[in-house]
């Protein structure tokens, strides 16, 4: 996906900030670009889903989170902690399967990669526009529910992304929780 120039990014930004303080009935941007028409708000392109790519172990969490009940924690350990949930290695998957599943072709796969010493590779599914600051640890400390942002993980096979990550969905929430709408809380 090309992305429009930083000035022709922030001109954007600018425009918007106009009408949405007009919509919020604050006028507190600059008052010369109130003019010009606003382009609509992209929207982040959907990616698609996993599995991992061909060749690489494949991962389900309805197995992990769903039937065995793995805390999403024990996996994305960070999430409570910095700004990426972060994935596990593949040191963190043998600490169980140099014991469990060794008959399952898919598991010998991860076994083998793991003793040629390669790492596991894996499809991004949620992502949102490298100008937007986000942070997981101050949403998973005001417990907010990864279900809430992610769908329901533990009930699918593959990590889909249903809904984009779209300035009116972080705002709706924002308001309701009384969230900061501070345009540069999240815009870098
Ligand atoms: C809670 C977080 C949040 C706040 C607060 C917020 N934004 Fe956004 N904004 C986003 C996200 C996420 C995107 C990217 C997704 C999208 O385009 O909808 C975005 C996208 C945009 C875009 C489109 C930019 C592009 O190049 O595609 C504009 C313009 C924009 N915001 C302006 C504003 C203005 C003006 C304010 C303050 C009134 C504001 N935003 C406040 C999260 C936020
Ligand atoms: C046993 C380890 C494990 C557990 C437990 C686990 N995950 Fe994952 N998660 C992974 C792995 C590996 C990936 C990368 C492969 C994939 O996307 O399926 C991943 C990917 C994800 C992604 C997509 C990341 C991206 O690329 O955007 C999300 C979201 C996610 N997990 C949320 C959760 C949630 C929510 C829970 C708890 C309900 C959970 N996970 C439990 C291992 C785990
Ligand atoms: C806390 C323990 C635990 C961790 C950590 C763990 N798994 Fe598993 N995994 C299981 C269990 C339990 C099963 C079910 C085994 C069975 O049915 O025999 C399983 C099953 C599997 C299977 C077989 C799935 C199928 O389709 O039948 C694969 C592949 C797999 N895990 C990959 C991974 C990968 C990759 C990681 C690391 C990202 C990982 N696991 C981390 C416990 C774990
Ligand atoms: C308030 C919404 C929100 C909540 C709550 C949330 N996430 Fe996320 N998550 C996101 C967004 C937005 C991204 C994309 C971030 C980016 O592009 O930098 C993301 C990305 C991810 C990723 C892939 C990139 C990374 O950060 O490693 C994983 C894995 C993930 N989330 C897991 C989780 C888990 C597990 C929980 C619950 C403990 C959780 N998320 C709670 C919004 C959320
Ligand atoms: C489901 C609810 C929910 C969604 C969706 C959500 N947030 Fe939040 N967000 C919160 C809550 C609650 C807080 C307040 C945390 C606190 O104050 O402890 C917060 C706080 C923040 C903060 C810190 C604000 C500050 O004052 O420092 C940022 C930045 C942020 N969110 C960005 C985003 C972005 C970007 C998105 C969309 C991609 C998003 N959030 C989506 C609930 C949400």
Redesign the pocket.
Known sequence: MSR?GRSA?WT??A???VA??IAFGSFEAHPQSAAAPVPP????EVPPGQPSPAGEVPFNHQIHAGQFKIPCLDCHAYADKSPSAGLPSGRKCMGCHKFVGKDKPEVQILVKRFEDGQPLRWERVFA??D??Y?SHRMHVRAKVECKECHGDVAAGKIVRQEK?????R??TC?EERNA????L???K
């Open positions: 429009p990014r954007g930004v425009l918007a900030l949405i303080a708000p992209a929207i982040a949102v526009p100008f937007i986000f984009p990550f779209t300035m009116g972080c705002l924002h900061s709408r501070d345009c809380v999240c815009h």
